[in-house]
């Protein structure tokens, strides 16, 4: 077997992006696609995944009680993600598991590190102590000009309108700063990035991403379950 990027027998995708391009919808689809196939399958996000950074994610995306620097945003965020990787996606990729997760560390590099202009050697430096060195097996980058993603996620004109939260309302320069650290990491790691237009037909897009991940599966020998057990599909 192929090790993955964490010689762990499970396989870690994640989606990122700017907002409006489609990620939750992007992978739930794979989620779902994955147990049809008969994967062990598991989808979770960030900010969150777990009772505790549940929490932390109400605090750092809807409270404005306090006043909340981009530091201790950072450092929030963090506390969150250590307790997700450490309690729900470390456990599944041990137990073999296909991994399915919206947003990850590198949404710290682009919002915190691009958007607020924290040092982005210290935020990779952060995300290393907080995930004890976990990465993704794959990074499917949603790519989408911020106007348009925010169009459709705050429902301006689009078909969006669901909930919008601190993040949203930075304004559009922000979001640009945070797309161009993304872009920066998926041309540093092309291996590792799959870059889609987020503003392209839904259905092409979720086939593109299952062909992907299909393929990279099978170059580790990751199996549906079915398979492993010799039961039919
Ligand atoms: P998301 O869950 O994609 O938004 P929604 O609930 O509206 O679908 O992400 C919430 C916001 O959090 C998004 O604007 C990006 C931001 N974010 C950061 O700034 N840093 C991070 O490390 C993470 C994971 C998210």
């Not at 396989?11 to 907002?19: A, K, L, R, Y």
């Not at 399958?41 to 404005?64: C, M, N, Y």
């Not at 320069?173 to 839904?202: H, K, N």
């Amino acid at each position: 077997m192929k090790p993955g990027a964490n010689s762990q027998p499970g396989f870690f995708v994640v989606f990122e992006g700017p907002d409006g391009g489609g990620k939750t919808t992007q992978s739930g689809r794979l989620f779902a696609h994955l147990e049809k196939l008969n994967y062990e399958a598991k989808w979770t996000r960030e900010p969150g995944g777990t009772a505790l950074a549940d929490l932390i994610r109400e605090v750092v995306l809807h409270d404005t009680t306090h006043e909340i620097s981009p530091r201790v945003e950072a450092l929030l965020l963090s506390a969150a993600r250590s307790q997700h990787v450490e309690k729900v996606i470390r456990p599944a990729l041990e137990a073999g598991c296909v991994v399915v997760c919206d947003r990850f560390k590198y949404s710290t590099v682009a919002y915190q590190g691009g958007g607020s202009g924290l040092n982005v050697g210290d935020l990779n430096g952060l995300n290393k102590f907080s995930t004890d060195g976990l990465d993704a097996d794959l990074v499917i980058l949603l790519d989408i000009d911020p106007s348009e993603g925010l169009c459709r996620k705050l429902g301006l004109g689009g078909a969006g309108g669901s909930e919008t939260n601190k993040m949203e309302l930075r304004g559009v320069e922000y979001q640009e700063r945070a797309r161009e650290q993304f872009r920066q990491m998926a041309s540093e790691s092309p291996d590792r990035w799959l870059v889609i237009d987020g503003t392209g037909c839904a259905d092409e897009i979720g086939d593109e991403i299952s062909r992907r991940v299909t393929k990279e599966l099978e170059a580790r020998s990751i199996v549906p379950t079915s398979a492993s057990t010799g039961r039919l599909i």
